[in-house]
């Protein structure tokens, strides 16, 4: 098959309706995804002390982003630390390991 048969073949079983649906969830789940990094950002805020924020590398999950150090960690490893420190400074955040 050459690509203008792939092309149109497309056509075909893909309407305008299917996009419209496609695009509606992507940007609903969007949408929830930024919700709940906002959610967690603003949980954790109380429990760490500095400017941070809660990134998603693809492969290894949600990280937490040092700013001022350009470091990041675990999502997990930060609150195992919270668990047992009950709050996290930059001194601690750096000896911490993804």
Known sequence: MNLKQISQSCKTRVSKSDFDKLNLNMNENWSKY????GSLEAY????????FSINDIT?????????????????ESCFKM????????QKDFATLSF
């Open 44 to 51: 954790l805020s109380d429990f760490i002390d500095f400017d």
């Open 34 to 37: 930024l919700s709940a990094k």
């Open 59 to 75: 492969g290894d999950g949600f990280v937490v982003l040092d700013y001022q150090n350009d470091k990041v960690v675990s999502v």
């Open 82 to 89: 919270i668990l047992e420190k009950g709050i996290i400074n």
